[in-house]
């Protein structure tokens, strides 16, 4: 039988990260943050001066890049070294958001990420989050589900976590950031933002933590 796959898609700020990692410690699975790949793919593009325009140039970025995640130690958060770079403060900010949906963009960077992504599906099982997880690169989970939250709540989230980490930012600056984020990943050609089609829907506006873990534990149990 194939290694169980549990597919966490939705967009920024719905509480996938948080959500998809406690999941997935509770269920002994790995961790596939595949947002992180293309933050990292976009932040290497931006070292090496690239335009991230560019599709070739940042395509041939993609198929070299080299990306590792470290775990941490007790809650602490994992690591993301990029090119043997410890990046991850760097590629929690908006500018890399942004820059990593501008790259995410390019059909051809996708594809350099695929192969990359399909090898954290080992035993005993993976909670994979992203935007494409259900739809394109894992279709075939068993068990998938799309995470949504108001624009407003999302961008309420992510001001606190910002502010957590001692970022400025202003709430309304940071809602529209996301809204037009949103759109971007949303209308794209190719594995735009959407549920997939066997995907549950949870809408987790005003709902805690715990209760959206137990709601997505109930889908593998189900
Ligand atoms: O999830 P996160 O905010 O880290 O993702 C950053 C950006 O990477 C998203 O806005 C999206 O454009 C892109 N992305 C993607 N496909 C994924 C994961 C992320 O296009 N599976």
């Known amino acids: 039988t194939p290694v169980p796959v ?3 898609d939705g967009p920024s700020g719905s509480g996938k990260g948080t959500i998809s990692r406690l999941v997935a410690e509770q269920l002994g699975w790995r961790l596939l943050d595949s947002g992180a790949l293309y933050r990292a ?20 970025c993609a198929q070299h890049v ?13 690591r993301v070294l990029v090119n043997g770079h410890d990046a991850t403060d760097e590629l ?20 350099a990420l695929v192969d ?13 989050d992203g935007r494409d997880m259900g739809t394109v690169i894992f279709p075939d989970a068993a068990h998938k589900v799309f995470l949504t939250a108001s624009a ?3 961008a309420k989230r992510r001001y606190k976590q910002l502010k957590e980490k001692g970022l400025s930012v202003t709430l309304s600056g940071l809602q529209r950031e996301i809204e037009a984020r949103d759109t971007r990943d949303a209308s794209r050609a190719v594995a735009p933002l959407k549920p997939a089609e066997d995907a549950v829907l949870v809408d987790t506006t005003g709902m805690g933590i715990d209760a959206v873990v137990a709601k997505v534990l109930a889908v593998v149990q189900s």
């Open 116 to 128: 990359l992504q399909l090898g954290f599906r080992k035993a005993p099982g993976l909670v994979a």
């Open 66 to 78: 080299k990306i590792r995640f470290h775990a941490a130690p007790d809650g602490q958060d994992t």
């Open 152 to 154: 407003a709540e999302r």
């Open 41 to 60: 793919v976009g932040y290497a593009a931006g070292m090496e001066g690239l335009d991230l325009s560019d599709a070739e140039a940042v395509t041939r």
């Open 6 to 8: 549990l597919t966490i």
């Open 92 to 111: 929690r900010t908006e500018t890399a958001g942004a820059a990593a949906s501008a790259i995410a963009s390019i059909p051809t960077v996708r594809q």
